[in-house]
């Protein structure tokens, strides 16, 4: 006679609960760790756009603060040579005034005055530089003998414009325009290496997330690893690229 089937004896039961426990776990632990790898994933791409951009942008910088040495130096070299100009205009000038002062009797070109090439005054005045000349010319128009609102020389007077000093001026704001752009260059680097740091922020929450035993402390280091992600790709979108 054949017997009726026992019942589930109590190991089976247990055996059914332990399944059922373990269910969830075992799908929240596999969710987490394809979590995980999503994150190392996209931190190691970040991560590596983030180093290549920052040498990109520090070459720029060092680039720039080479331009603005080089221009810093050829208009110091322009100056230099505008005041070696000055010099030979002033010297020139002097010893012209002197000898309109032997040759007149008096202090400065008398009215009209036109040089005489055969005096020593009119061979100095033939050989002022050619951008002196125009000053000279205004200013004895000015007849500064006897006209006391006479500028008091030449170099007052404004056609007296130094091409070399200008040029000095021009590189020198090339220069600061060169520099300003390396310290914005620099701090574009700076903000990538930040984010660089960040990027192994996230890999290091996401390895550790994948390997811990406690559910809690693994959803949560991946959690954390997700908001810092998230964080530094909103941050990278907001800086400049340079390709």
């Known amino acids: 006679m054949t017997g009726t089937a026992a019942p589930d004896g109590p190991t089976d039961a247990a055996?059914?609960?332990s399944s059922d426990s373990r269910g969830p776990a075992a799908s929240l632990h596999r969710h987490l760790e394809l979590v995980a790898a999503v994150l190392l994933a996209i931190a190691t791409v970040m991560t590596a756009w983030s180093a290549f951009q920052s040498a990109r942008w520090g070459g720029e910088m060092a680039t720039a603060y080479s331009a603005a040495g080089a221009a810093r130096t050829e208009s110091n070299r322009a100056s230099t040579r505008a005041g070696q100009e000055t010099i030979i205009d002033v010297q020139l000038f002097t010893?012209?005034?002197?000898?309109?002062d032997a040759e007149q009797g008096r202090v400065g070109p008398a009215p009209g005055y036109e040089p005489d090439p055969?005096?020593?005054?009119?061979?100095?005045?033939a050989r002022f530089r050619e951008e002196f000349q125009p000053a000279v010319e205004a200013w004895v128009a000015q007849d500064p003998s006897t006209n006391p609102a006479a500028p008091p020389s030449p170099f007052a007077m404004d056609e007296y414009v130094l091409a070399s000093s200008q040029e000095s001026q021009r590189l020198e704001k090339k220069a600061d325009v060169l520099a300003a752009r390396a310290h914005q260059a620099n701090g574009v680097k700076d903000n990538y290496v930040l984010a660089?740091?960040?990027?192994a922020s996230v890999l290091f929450f996401g390895g550790i997330g994948a390997k811990l035993s406690s559910p809690r402390l693994r959803l949560a280091m991946v959690g954390l690893g997700t908001v810092v992600l998230l964080a530094t790709l909103g941050v990278l979108l907001a800086y400049p690229i340079k390709v």
């Open 196 to 199: 660089t740091v960040m990027c």
């Open 118 to 125: 055969a005096t020593y005054s009119g061979f100095l005045y």
């Open 15 to 17: 055996d059914r609960g």
């Open 95 to 100: 010893d012209w005034l002197s000898a309109l």
